[in-house]
């Protein structure tokens, strides 16, 4: 995913399975100096920007570590939706009550695309505080548009939605301690019953994925493979094609770790073809980088570079050089792999170029170790 924060991801049931398995996390990195904030409109001043009215969203750019504040009025009793909906950046949502009192942290797993929602009860009267932020100072540069999709009485239905919210938000407490880690799956559990009653297979999925996810980190892979494959199926049903891209990946990351290089390939494949369709460019990158290493694993070379080019070429076209550095690297280790020295350098030393451009100085001198080995051989 990109970018990838692992006290994050631990925190609110996300596991990163490269990290986990022994491979590169993607990195995204900020192109820009400054983070800039527009409003959906051009007669909105920057004073009435951060107040979320009813039908009148806001776009508004963001990268690096930054967090924007946005308010909203509530009567006691009120239900309150807002909807966050990400391109090329990854952000989470936190919610505040009248006394700066945290009523969650919202964060689907959609990566850098795709809609995560907000969604409380007031339980006082008075100003409600929703800030969108990122993980990570690598984070963008990107966009969201956040807007309110419900303000209104809490009714029965809503009331419902807020009880499985509840359970998700205490099975994310659990998570954070290893001795309470088994007590979460219990409380999730309570959530997609929820879910299912309401018939909301968004959120049944994404609470099954987070369920998939805990089992990995307990180290039980065969519930989790299990878990993951009820979500895809709901995704698969309903047309959810970045998640279903993304569980394809996870499944080929289980493959490489059974030293199963043919199933593996044919995950990253399937995941291909998904992401080709969600017209994800990014991840269509990394995607191909991966099968890549697919075919290194099973000694197609020729396969392997093709694809490796591939990424290097799409990558250039839309102008990521952030994700340009990453794939130069993995690039590198692939002729360095294969005894060429040469060729492995000069994709090293343009990676290092790249991260140093971005001041990732920790990065680079990770490369420019690998050059060094390299060159005392």
Known sequence: MLPFNPQLCDKFGIMNPYRKFGLRPKIGLVFALFVFCNSGTAQQTAADSTVLK?????TVKIAGKARHSYTVNLEKGMYLAVAVTQTDVDVLTEVLDPESRSLGTFD??????????????????GKYRIDVFTASELAGPGKYKIEITALRQINERDARVLKA??????AIRLRQKPETRINAIQVYEKAVEIWR?????TDEANTLRSIAFAYQRMQ????????????????????DTRSAAFTHVIHG???RRDNDFKAALAYDLRARKLWLKAK??????????QIGDDYMNLSERRRAFAHYQ??????????????????LNKYGDAYAKIGKKAEALAMYRRSVELWKLFRQDEIAEGVEAKIAKLSNN
Not at 165 to 170: D, I, L, N, S
Request: aromatic share 8%.
């Open 54 to 58: 009813v039908g009148r969203p806001l």
């Open 108 to 125: 689907a797993p959609t990566s850098e695309r795709g809609m995560e929602e907000a969604r409380i009860g007031a339980a006082s009267t």
């Open 165 to 170: 919210v509840g359970f998700q938000q205490e």
């Open 197 to 201: 009653e309401l018939r909301l297979p």
């Open 220 to 239: 039980q892979f065969d519930k989790a493979k299990e878990y993951f494959a009820k979500a895809l199926a709901i995704w698969e049903r309903i047309g």
């Open 253 to 255: 990351v289980y493959a």
């Open 280 to 289: 994800d460019k990014p991840e269509q990158t990394h995607n191909l980088v």
């Open 310 to 327: 591939q990424a290097l070429d799409l990558i250039r076209r839309i102008g990521r050089k952030s994700i340009e550095a990453q794939v």
